[in-house]
C-alpha cells in the first residue's frame, strides 16, 4: 500500500477528502504524515483528529520563501515516515530542487484553475477579475516552476454571473475533492503497479 505525505498551509479540505477516499475504499494509501508551515493551521488539527503524525514546516522568518536546507529537513521527515508520493494540498511555498530530488516524479499538487490559466496565488480572484465564464480544477505533477508541471487531470467548473471570488472558490473546492483522490489513485498505480 502507497504512504502519502501531506503537505498544507491551510484548512486541510483536500486532506480531509483524501481521508475520506482512504476510508470508503476508493484509494488504497494511507497517510504516513502531514506537515505545514503554518503551525496554527486546521490542516493540522484535522489529521491529528484522525490519528495522522503531523508536524511543522519552520520557514520563520520568510514569509513565501520555502529555504534549500528546509527543504532538506522537509524531505528527510518524509523519507523517515515512509513517504512514497507527497500531495500538495493548499501548501503555498515553491518546492524546488532539494524536495523534487529527494521524490522524483512523486510530488503532486491540486491547483484551483484550468492550468496554464492563472497560476500562483488565489486562483478563483483570478478568474473572477479576468471575466471568465470557465474556470475549474487541475491536479499536476510538481517541477520546479509555479504550477507548470505535467498535467494529470483537470475538471471545469463555470464562473456564473454574479459569482464572487468567495463562491467561485467553494464551487472549485466541490470538484477538488472528487478530483483529487481519483488522480491520486491512478497515478499510484503507476508508481506501484
Ligand atoms: C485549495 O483550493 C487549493 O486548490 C489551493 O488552496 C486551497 C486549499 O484548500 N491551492 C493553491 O492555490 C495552490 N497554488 P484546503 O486547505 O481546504 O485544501
Redesign the pocket.
Known amino acids: 500500500m502507497l504512504s502519502l505525505g501531506i503537505l ?10 483524501i481521508v475520506d477516499a482512504i476510508e470508503d475504499g476508493r484509494l488504497d494509501a494511507r497517510i504516513a504524515l502531514v506537515l505545514s508551515d503554518n503551525p496554527s ?3 493540522l488539527e484535522r489529521a491529528s483528529k484522525y490519528g495522522i503524525p503531523t508536524g511543522i514546516i519552520d520557514c520563520s522568518p520568510f514569509r513565501m520563501k520555502f529555504p534549500e536546507e528546509v527543504q532538506e529537513q522537509t524531505a528527510m521527515k518524509l523519507k523517515e515516515a515512509g513517504v512514497d508520493l507527497v500531495c ?5 511555498r515553491l518546492v524546488k530542487q532539494p524536495l523534487l530530488d529527494a521524490f522524483p516524479s512523486a510530488i503532486l ?4 484553475s484550468l492550468l496554464p490559466a492563472f ?6 480572484k483570478q478568474a473572477v477579475d479576468a471575466g471568465v465564464s470557465e474556470s475549474g ?1 487541475t491536479v499536476h505533477l510538481v517541477d520546479s516552476g509555479m ?1 507548470t508541471g505535467p498535467i494529470l487531470g483537470q475538471e471545469k467548473v463555470p464562473v456564473l454571473p454574479g459569482d464572487t471570488p468567495e463562491s467561485l ?1 467553494a464551487r ?2 466541490i470538484s ?1 475533492h472528487q478530483l483529487y483522490p481519483q488522480i491520486i489513485a491512478e497515478y499510484s498505480k503507476r508508481l506501484k503497479p
Open positions: 498544507g498551509s491551510g484548512s486541510g479540505s483536500n486532506m480531509q477528502a493551521a486546521y490542516i500538495l494540498a493548499g501548501f503555498m499538487n491540486i491547483h484551483p497560476p500562483g496565488l488565489e486562483a478563483w480544477v504550477d472558490h472549485i473546492q477538488e
